[in-house]
């Protein structure tokens, strides 16, 4: 049974830094998919960041390019998403995500979430 656990988030200010991380165990190979997606109120699920964990190729979404880094963790079937210039745009709930194979980086390729951490970017 595939299970997704994140950590991290918080509140900082603006400008700031959080790193999240994701742990999700229980494939049968290595080939799946790990990606962050974000929902803040009255908004729809977003993608964040996406990162297949055989190849380490990765997406971004326009937003956070060049402020946020996905990477594979030290620790195998884990994840970090590394979130710095935080803005309080950024401010949502963020959901790690895992499907087998190669998929697009958007929610409904998904099948294997987490229960989300709360990101709040205020001074």
């Known amino acids: 049974q595939v299970q997704v656990v994140e950590s991290g988030g918080g509140l900082v200010q603006p400008g700031g830094s959080l790193r999240l991380s994701c742990a999700a165990s229980g494939f049968s190979s290595d080939n799946y998919a790990i990606g962050w997606f974000r929902q803040a109120p009255g908004k729809e699920r977003e993608a964040v960041s996406c990162?297949?964990?055989?190849?380490?190729?990765?997406y971004y979404a326009d937003a956070v390019k060049g402020r946020f880094t996905i990477s594979r963790g030290s620790a195998k079937n884990t994840v970090t998403l590394q979130m710095n210039s935080l803005k309080p745009d950024d401010t949502a709930v963020y959901y790690c995500?895992?499907?087998?194979?190669?998929?697009?980086?958007?929610?409904?390729?998904?099948?294997?979430w987490g229960q989300g951490t709360q990101v709040t970017v205020s001074s």
């Open positions: 995500a895992a499907t087998l194979g190669h998929v697009y980086c958007v929610p409904s390729e998904y099948d294997y």
């Open positions: 990162i297949r964990r055989s190849v380490a190729s990765t």
